[in-house]
């Protein structure tokens, strides 16, 4: 290995870098606008409230409190329907998932129940809702625990079950706080993997690399200065995301020296994992494809972007196979938890990883074409 | 390493196989130090082979070839510093500028006092030292391809259709770089389909064709030696001159400026010709007598043309 001709690649990449002004564009927007879409979604994910469909067929005082509770909890944000519409019809015409109908007679029995205690006196209050729309359970849950709570009070006696919440974290985050690393593992992924079999294949394609193969430049020192360049990239596109994170979301994250570490183990792989399959496919279409092939796998599997529970048991056990899993784990670990044991077992597994694709990456690697 | 050998290129039985195609089949070659030594073939001949062979990008599938003494399969790294390439269908970096380019591959090569000046200098590129390499002209990036091959000083310059896609103009300028590498003493091994090229620069021509060497000596002795006939030129614009060849037993064939070429063996067979047009009425403009050049003795031996519209494509062979 010759520093020299590392160094002398690096600064010619870097050079190309700056005087592509779209992909250097690129590189930097693209994980900002991606922070700023998840973020705007996320950063409020506590408040969130949902649109709800009334209809008070009885219109009295008492059924109007219904609507009042309701409001109060801040999930709901009340829309009232006309007594005089078909209810199901309104749902379909609205594209409504849910219409609560409250009936006629609520507040005679509401009277017959608390004043003449008569244990017949109930009522139905209607869930109209389209099973096939996503959020309608969650909305759904919310009014049982409305009305449950509700129901708890006429009966006049205190809840017998209460709770206490006790965080197993000293600070309270927010989900933007553990999705920011995740954006950050993610970015560095695709950009070392695209970065890697684009740059790869156009040279090849031109012929550069059989120039190359003319000199001293060996193997190892090219996939060096490959990681060396895409190590700079991830540097700067994290210190954009970071700083767009802290000044508009107002994240809460530890910055300490497994950041960079866990980038640099990021590039390394995915470098590495570039180099497999540049020598794989030979055009660069089709390499793009295949990058495509396990950078979404990644994504969506590996806990960047959905948490794991979320997912069925056999994709959580499949999400230990995956690279970007220990990243996401290991800086999470680092700069959300700071449970500095955890990020060394991940950084142990993701080094080793790193370790075996590197050296597969540089022996999969040829000068030599075929034909 | 440093040795000093007779022959910089030795070159024993190379046999060069992808699949079932033979593109290089058993050929042997020397090429001496600080000669210009020209393969002259078509498109498919097998020239990219054996010379991408000699350069180091690919491997033999057998046979031996030494490049300054130095085995091409076991001591690459010992032979790239000595030799400078121009490979087929060379490129750089688009957004990388001339002087940039140089100065990078001299770090490559570890040269501290690589002279880029006077490189640039030498191909005629100094005023285009800011300019980026996408902006540069077919011809202009040839030359910045051969400053780049000249960067680590090599005793031996590979330099793989230097002048391929490019037009008259721009190919003769090539052509004085190439002859001032020659006059510097630095062995030349050089690949072309332009026969004009070959005897313009070349101290050895070898023809290849279909992966063999089927002549080889230096232009004039090619000639020579394959001269046992004459070329009769006719100047006509009346069609029935071909015709009255034809059945007089010839095989007339249209040279580059329109006119009739003949190949005759015997003088007495140029009287016959002239007899005959008289004959049929056949009006001449015009006629010539002379030895063959080495295009009609490519033809000769291998009996098919170097077509210039062959020239366009970088297929390698």
Redo the contacts between chains.
């Keep these: 290995m010759?520093l020299?001709?590392v160094a002398?690649?690096l600064?010619?990449s870097i050079?190309?870098f700056f005087?592509?002004k779209t992909t250097m564009f690129f590189t930097t927007t693209f994980p900002i606008l991606l922070i700023f879409v998840f973020g705007t979604i996320f950063v409020d994910q506590d408040k969130v409230s949902f649109d709800l469909c009334l209809q008070d067929l009885d219109r009295t005082e008492t059924s109007a409190e219904i609507a009042k509770a309701l409001a109060l909890t801040g999930k709901f944000r009340i829309i009232e329907v006309p007594p005089a519409i078909d209810a199901t019809q309104y749902a379909k015409n609205n594209k409504a998932n849910l219409v609560l109908v409250i009936p006629k007679d609520y507040e005679k029995s509401y009277t017959q129940y608390l004043q003449f205690d008569n244990p017949n006196a109930v009522v139905t209050i209607k869930y109209i809702y389209d099973p096939s729309s996503s959020s309608v359970d969650t909305k759904m849950q919310i009014l049982d625990m409305v009305f449950a709570k509700m129901n708890q009070g006429l009966s006049g006696k205190p809840p017998f079950i209460s709770r206490a919440e006790i965080s197993i974290h000293t600070r309270k985050y927010r989900f933007i706080d553990f999705f920011i690393p995740g954006i950050i593992a993610m970015a560095v992924m695709t950009a070392s993997l695209f970065g890697t079999v684009n740059v790869n294949t156009e040279l090849r394609q031109?012929?550069?690399i059989?120039?190359?193969?003319?000199?001293?430049?060996t193997r190892t020192d090219w996939i060096l200065s490959n990681i060396l360049y895409q190590f700079v990239l991830a540097v700067i596109s994290t210190t954009a995301m970071l700083l767009v994170s802290y000044a508009v979301f107002d994240v809460k994250l530890q910055i300490n020296g497994w950041l960079p570490l866990f980038i640099v183990l990021d590039v390394f792989t995915f470098v590495g994992i570039g180099m497999i399959l540049t020598r794989i496919v030979k055009e660069a279409q089709g390499a793009a494809a295949a990058a495509n092939a396990i950078i979404f796998p990644m994504m969506f599997l590996s806990g960047s972007f959905v948490p794991l529970e979320m997912m069925p048991r056999y994709l959580q056990t499949f999400a230990k196979v995956l690279p970007l899993y220990y990243v996401n784990e290991g800086l999470r670990a680092s700069m959300v938890f700071r449970d500095n044991l955890s990020a060394l077992s991940y950084a142990a597994i993701i080094g080793t990883i790193a370790a075996i694709v590197f050296i597969v990456g540089i022996t999969a690697t040829r000068?030599?074409?075929s034909? | 390493m440093t040795t000093e050998v007779e022959h910089a290129i030795e070159v024993e039985n190379l046999t060069k196989c992808y699949g079932n195609l033979v593109a290089v089949n058993d050929i042997s070659f020397n090429v001496r130090q600080g000669e210009v030594f020209a393969f002259l073939g078509p498109n498919g001949a097998g020239k990219t082979t054996t010379v991408e062979i000699a350069d180091t990008i690919i491997r033999p599938t057998s046979g031996k070839v030494r490049i300054l003494g130095m085995d091409v399969t076991k001591q690459k790294r010992y032979i790239v510093p000595r030799i400078g390439v121009l490979p087929q269908g060379f490129s750089s970096f688009d957004r990388i500028t001339v002087r940039e380019t140089m100065q990078y591959y001299s770090r490559l090569f570890c040269c501290r006092n690589a002279d880029i000046d006077g490189l640039l200098e030498l191909v005629n590129l100094s005023d285009k030292a800011r300019v980026q390499y996408m902006k540069l002209s077919g011809g202009l990036k040839q030359r910045l391809g051969i400053a780049i091959a000249l960067v680590n000083d090599p005793e031996i310059v590979f330099l793989d259709e230097p002048t391929t896609g490019l037009d008259p103009r721009a190919r003769r300028e090539v052509w004085e770089v190439m002859q001032g590498l020659k006059k510097e003493g630095k062995t030349v091994f050089l690949t072309t389909h332009y026969i004009e090229e070959a005897e313009l620069l070349a101290d050895t021509v070898a023809i290849i064709s279909k992966g063999k060497i089927i002549a080889m000596d230096s232009p004039v002795q090619l000639i020579e030696s394959n001269a046992d006939y004459l070329v009769l030129t006719l100047q006509s614009v009346d069609g029935k001159a071909f015709e009255v060849l034809g059945e007089m037993g010839f095989e007339p064939y249209l040279n580059n400026h329109k006119n009739i070429n003949v190949r005759v063996e015997r003088t007495d067979d140029i009287r016959k010709i002239l007899n005959a047009m008289k004959d049929a009425g056949v009006s001449l403009l015009g006629m010539d007598l002379r030895k063959p050049n080495l295009e009609q003795v490519f033809l000769k031996l291998t009996g098919e043309a170097l077509r210039e519209e062959a020239s366009g494509g970088n297929g390698t062979e």
Excluded at chain 1, 210 to 217: F, G
């Design positions: 010759n020299r001709i002398a690649s600064v010619v050079k190309i005087r592509e031109k012929g550069i059989r120039k190359l193969s003319t000199t001293p430049i000068w030599e074409e034909k």
